[in-house]
């Protein structure tokens, strides 16, 4: 069994991190690879297809052509600047060793200049079965990767909010004939769904109703993401060990869809609200250009941008709580790994959220938007004095995210697939 899995890139997003956790989870059990545009890991089996120096020129190139044009004409404002791709422009892998060698196509994130709808049907015309995985809802829709409140997607796209100008045949409306014209004729493709709440928006959807929808989660290294001293960690970071410590994480902070806003207002009414008997401070890391942590309600940390995944685990053991305020959200990452490490996760009753944190058991899960319940979900666990909160946290990951479980699952979906 050989298998190609195809992401933009090996690390940044959500997706990246997925697609290599899943490669080196199948390691050992079938032949596989990863195949992306930019490599940013040593590991062997990650195959670039940029193999010379004109060849990162045009990938930059794709990438301002399927940007711009959408910057400069398109967008409602700076906010949804990402929230939408075009896919039309891309890279031909069509005649890539790998691809060839290959028996199963699994498809992430093939966004941002990577793979335009044309290329898509490149190789679906290799008559390849074809495995792709749903890390947000761009699949099928006309281009956004999460809809929000729009149901469009159920029947067709067109007036799309997140457009200066839309209408009844914006961009939105071309993207989604593309796609209809894409999946119409080509039946030999099997969709993974992270979560249920994601299965069933694809089903839901006038693209993919008709097709097979699996529902397998993502993994993580659950003897790389575990529990470690909390009191060495914190003296190591040089924080409080008596305090209690509320984490707060994102690939971008001032991503709108990561709800910061509903973090600051729950911290205020945290302070305002209820008595503790202990300190609180804040600690925060991801990308942040524009958030003053210093206005806070409570004495902060800012972290900013962590590469070394082993210091990613010491930030999560350095928390008590780590809250996800997320507006939309399939299967974080960063939930998993905060409970991998035995640490409770407050977040929003939204997308795949309530199927990773059960509620009271180990974790909390909030009212949607309510800032009141996020504060309430923060001091609820700050103040629990049950040690099954944590136990239970990790406990879940166990059970349901780490690479046996999952990897198996990925064998047997692709062994029924070259059997039939």
């Avoid at 940390?301 to 053991?317: A, K, P």
């Avoid at 997308?351 to 996020?374: C, F, R, T, W």
Wanted: net charge positive; proline share 3%; with cysteine.
């Amino acid at each position: 069994m050989k298998i190609s899995l195809i992401n933009t890139s090996d690390s940044g997003g959500g997706a990246a991190v997925a697609c290599i956790r899943l490669l080196k989870a199948l390691k050992g059990k079938v032949k596989v690879n990863m195949l992306v545009q930019h490599k940013n890991s040593l590991d062997s089996s990650v195959l670039s297809v940029l193999k010379f120096k004109l060849d990162f020129y045009l990938a930059k190139l794709n990438f301002l052509l399927e940007r711009i044009p959408f910057i400069a004409f398109y967008e409602k404002n700076k906010a949804v600047r990402f929230a939408f791709s075009t896919a039309n422009v891309g890279m031909d892998i069509s005649k890539n060793t790998a691809i060839i060698q290959s028996q199963i196509l699994h498809f992430h994130w093939i966004n941002q200049g990577f793979l335009s709808i044309n290329n898509l049907q490149k190789l679906i015309d290799l008559q390849k079965p074809i495995v792709w995985t749903l890390h947000d809802m761009w699949t099928f829709t006309g281009g956004c990767h999460y809809a929000g409140n729009c149901t469009n997607f159920m029947k067709q796209c067109g007036n799309c909010k997140f457009l200066i100008r839309p209408s009844e045949f914006d961009i939105s409306k071309k993207g989604w004939v593309l796609k209809q014209k894409l999946l119409s004729k080509n039946t030999n493709i099997t969709f993974i769904a992270c979560t249920n709440w994601m299965a069933e928006q694809a089903k839901n959807s006038s693209l993919l109703q008709n097709f097979n929808i699996q529902v397998i989660p993502n993994t993580i290294d659950i003897t790389l993401y575990k529990p470690l001293n909390k009191i060495e960690i914190r003296k190591k970071w040089g924080l409080n060990a008596n305090a209690k410590i509320i984490l707060f994480g994102a690939a971008n902070i001032n991503d709108k869809r990561k709800g910061l806003a509903y973090l600051i207002e729950a911290l205020e009414k945290l302070k305002a609200n209820y008595a503790t008997s202990f300190p609180i401070h804040i600690v925060l890391f991801g990308k942040n250009k524009m958030f003053n942590t210093s206005t806070l309600a409570f004495p902060s940390h800012n972290f900013s941008i962590i590469n070394n995944e082993q210091q990613l685990v010491e930030i999560y053991n350095l928390a008590d709580v780590f809250v996800l305020p997320s507006l939309e959200d399939n299967l974080p990452n960063m939930a998993m790994e905060a409970m991998a490490c035995g640490i409770p996760v407050v977040a929003f009753n939204q997308g795949g959220i309530p199927e990773m944190v059960n509620h009271q058991q180990n974790g909390y899960i909030a009212n949607y938007k309510s800032a009141d319940d996020l504060a309430k979900g923060i001091h609820w666990v700050l103040n629990n004095e049950n040690n099954n909160l944590q136990k239970n946290a990790r406990d879940k990951v166990i059970c349901t995210y780490s690479n046996d479980i999952i990897a198996q699952k990925h064998i047997a979906l692709y062994q029924s697939i070259l059997n039939k």
